[in-house]
């Protein structure tokens, strides 16, 4: 009976793994088949112009809370966001007596809007200090942030512009809002190699701003996808499976990734990590989120975070996958036909899929190892349970055949 227990066990995971296996491909699709007319789009993020934005703002340097660099940072954003048509919002909130402030650029269709919202969000600030240093003298000094902070800021400072001409773009059919989001407050925390700022702690921007969601959207579910991107620029870029992100969207950006030509960047078996970042507090008020992050930067917190670290290639690629992605979530994907000018590659919701069995196994256990080693708990204790049962009864059946021998040996006479 034990051995059959087991069996059935490993046949069920099996099932599940196989099961795993076909429907996060589908989901990736959106379940949805490509239709007769195709609506073709070529990319148009400029590698050149986002990096002249990464040359600019890191003039403004040091460039954390309170300090006049990000301020002018923050000045630099929003003229970005109004010169490409969209509408400003700032959410002002102050950490420890220092004044900080979120910015938020929105793009509504003209006509026909859904009510529903993407989000592309960053985090704008500069870490204080550069506390992992590989030199000790030089942790306390400014980090100059050139990727982590300022990669991400810049794609989103160029996403301004495509997203003007998308919106003015009548025949895409776009129904859902765009919001560019920029989080300040976000790198201060104690890394655990030297304080941060003293009485920080990490992601205050956005976990304001998911405190009070429901004071911009009105309703959180409106908020159908949010996507972050930090520390994405960086030469020798390999993007992270992070766990705690919604593993069928994170599939979903690799996918477009390598389909794109980009699969140097978004590799099947990428290194998987949890990781604290400024989608936490929006998965916690249950809006599907995704990390898009490279922890493994070897210039992460140091002084090295500078100009000659990162590429504008790569800057560029992270930015093309992010539009296409975009681009994806806002209108009817199964007619829509992404081309990359720079790759010739070219993804459709039918043509590109992403279906690696390791990556979908590692992000279940990601998701669900908690109900599975309750599961497994249990197995093991119905197991022990009913061994020990079988263990009883045979036993029992032992003495009782036993019992049965003494009983009818016939009687000695005492004769030979």
Same mark, same amino acid.
């Given at each position: 009976?034990?051995?059959?227990?087991?069996?059935?066990?490993?046949?069920?995971?099996?099932?599940?793994?196989?099961?795993?296996?076909?429907?996060?491909?589908?989901?990736?699709?959106?379940?949805?088949?490509?239709?007769?007319?195709?609506?073709?789009?070529?990319?148009?993020?400029?590698?050149?112009?986002?990096?002249?934005?990464?040359?600019?703002?890191?003039?403004?340097?040091?460039?954390?809370?309170?300090?006049?660099?990000?301020?002018?940072?923050?000045?630099?954003?929003?003229?970005?966001?109004?010169?490409?048509?969209?509408?400003?919002?700032?959410?002002?909130?102050?950490?420890?007596?220092?004044?900080?402030?979120?910015?938020?650029?929105?793009?509504?269709?003209?006509?026909?809007?859904?009510?529903?919202?993407?989000?592309?969000?960053?985090?704008?600030?500069?870490?204080?200090?550069?506390?992992?240093?590989?030199?000790?003298?030089?942790?306390?000094?400014?980090?100059?942030?050139?990727?982590?902070?300022?990669?991400?800021?810049?794609?989103?400072?160029?996403?301004?512009?495509?997203?003007?001409?998308?919106?003015?773009?009548?025949?895409?059919?776009?129904?859902?809002?765009?919001?560019?989001?920029?989080?300040?407050?976000?790198?201060?925390?104690?890394?655990?190699?030297?304080?941060?700022?003293?009485?920080?702690?990490?992601?205050?921007?956005?976990?304001?701003?998911?405190?009070?969601?429901?004071?911009?959207?009105?309703?959180?579910?409106?908020?159908?996808?949010?996507?972050?991107?930090?520390?994405?620029?960086?030469?020798?870029?390999?993007?992270?499976?992070?766990?705690?992100?919604?593993?069928?969207?994170?599939?979903?950006?690799?996918?477009?990734?390598?389909?794109?030509?980009?699969?140097?960047?978004?590799?099947?078996?990428?290194?998987?990590?949890?990781?604290?970042?400024?989608?936490?507090?929006?998965?916690?008020?249950?809006?599907?989120?995704?990390?898009?992050?490279?922890?493994?930067?070897?210039?992460?917190?140091?002084?090295?975070?500078?100009?000659?670290?990162?590429?504008?290639?790569?800057? !560029?690629? #992270?930015?093309? +996958?992010?539009?296409?992605? %975009?681009?994806?979530? =806002?209108?009817? &994907?199964? *007619?829509?036909?992404?081309?990359?000018?720079?790759?010739?590659?070219?993804?459709?919701?039918?043509?590109?899929?992403?279906?690696?069995?390791?990556?979908?196994?590692?992000?279940?256990?990601?998701?669900?190892?908690?109900?599975?080693?309750?599961? !497994?708990? #249990?197995?093991? +204790?119905?197991?022990?349970? %009913?061994?020990?049962? =079988?263990?009883? &009864?045979? *036993?029992?059946?032992?003495?009782?055949?036993?019992?049965?021998?003494?009983?009818?040996?016939?009687?000695?006479?005492?004769?030979?």
């Amino acid at each position: 009976m034990r051995h059959g227990l087991t069996t059935r066990c490993f046949a069920a995971i099996l099932l599940v793994s196989m099961i795993i296996d076909v429907v996060l491909p589908i989901q990736r699709a959106n379940g949805i088949q490509a239709s007769q007319s195709t609506t073709r789009y070529t990319l148009q993020f400029s590698s050149n112009n986002s990096w002249n934005f990464l040359e600019t703002i890191m003039k403004y340097n040091p460039r954390f809370p309170g300090t006049v660099g990000i301020n002018e940072t923050a000045a630099c954003i929003e003229s970005a966001l109004v010169d490409n048509g969209g509408t400003v919002i700032e959410e002002p909130f102050t950490v420890n007596g220092v004044h900080c402030k979120n910015i938020i650029g929105e793009w509504k269709p003209a006509v026909d809007d859904s009510g529903q919202i993407v989000i592309l969000a960053s985090h704008y600030d500069a870490r204080a200090r550069a506390s992992q240093d590989p030199d000790p003298s030089k942790r306390n000094d400014t980090m100059p942030a050139a990727d982590d902070g300022g990669s991400s800021t810049v794609i989103l400072m160029e996403l301004a512009r495509i997203l003007n001409n998308l919106y003015n773009n009548t025949t895409l059919g776009i129904r859902r809002e765009t919001w560019l989001v920029f989080f300040d407050a976000e790198d201060q925390g104690n890394d655990g190699n030297g304080d941060g700022m003293a009485r920080w702690d990490w992601c205050q921007g956005s976990s304001t701003m998911a405190t009070n969601i429901v004071a911009f959207t009105g309703n959180t579910s409106r908020v159908v996808l949010f996507t972050l991107l930090d520390m994405v620029g960086g030469i020798g870029l390999q993007v992270n499976h992070e766990m705690f992100s919604n593993q069928s969207l994170l599939a979903s950006f690799f996918a477009m990734g390598q389909c794109l030509g980009y699969g140097q960047y978004f590799s099947s078996s990428a290194k998987s990590y949890y990781i604290e970042d400024d989608h936490g507090p929006f998965i916690d008020i249950n809006i599907p989120s995704i990390d898009i992050i490279d922890l493994d930067y070897p210039q992460w917190h140091t002084t090295s975070d500078d100009l000659v670290h990162v590429s504008a290639s790569v800057i !560029g690629s #992270v930015g093309r +996958v992010s539009e296409a992605f %975009l681009l994806s979530n =806002l209108v009817d &994907s199964s *007619s829509l036909a992404i081309t990359d000018s720079d790759t010739g590659k070219t993804w459709t919701a039918s043509g590109c899929t992403f279906n690696n069995s390791w990556f979908d196994f590692t992000g279940f256990l990601g998701q669900y190892w908690p109900y599975l080693l309750l599961v !497994g708990l #249990v197995i093991i +204790v119905v197991t022990i349970i %009913l061994h020990e049962r =079988l263990r009883k &009864s045979q *036993s029992g059946q032992t003495r009782h055949k036993l019992a049965r021998a003494s009983t009818s040996q016939p009687p000695n006479t005492g004769r030979e």
